[in-house]
């Protein structure tokens, strides 16, 4: 496996971020909430990255690239910051289609956990996965997160209100 990289995503990475969002259109839609047409397009993930630049820039949320090698392989995301005496947030994470399998989201969460926990400044990070998303699951656990609960009708994907079991780990863990 070629090394896996982070890096944040900045406004000028629309047309590539739209780019691997088209390509796996068909893939995540059964993992992920519906879209409108225009999030598939250059101009739709401009948009969007300018809202995550002022997020970043008031702690509010933060999105990096994943790379293989120099391949761009998907994107992983640290949200829903809560900081004071909490210091959580919640991790969400996509790895192209074509590069599924190859250790390549295992190492982003790693990444991201090992940036979370020491420059981020959180104590705890939260992610949820579909209750048949068991690739998802094997890359938490790998990954030191341990199973927390079901959280029945979390998410609405694929036209209905879908189940998630959400994981947790903490700094020490």
Do not use: C
């Amino acid at each position: 496996m070629a090394e896996v990289t982070l890096r944040p995503l900045e406004v000028d990475d629309a047309e590539l971020l739209a780019s691997l969002y088209v390509r796996n259109r068909e893939f995540m839609a059964p993992f992920d909430p519906d879209r409108p047409d225009d999030f598939y397009t250059a101009e739709g993930q401009r948009q969007a990255l300018k809202a995550l630049v002022r997020d970043r820039a008031n702690d509010r949320r933060y999105r990096f690239l994943i790379s293989s090698g120099d391949v761009p392989a998907g994107a992983i995301s640290v949200s829903n910051i809560v900081r004071g005496p909490f210091q959580n947030a919640s991790i969400g994470y996509w790895v192209s289609e074509d590069l599924n399998g190859r250790g390549i989201a295992t190492a982003a969460v790693d990444l991201v956990a090992g940036w979370a926990f020491g420059p981020g400044g959180f104590h705890r990070l939260e992610a949820g996965t579909l209750v048949d998303n068991l690739r998802s699951q094997a890359v938490l656990r790998h990954n030191r997160f341990s199973r927390i609960g079901l959280s029945r009708n979390y998410l609405h994907i694929g036209g209905s209100w879908r189940d998630h079991i959400l994981f947790a780990r903490t700094a020490e863990e």
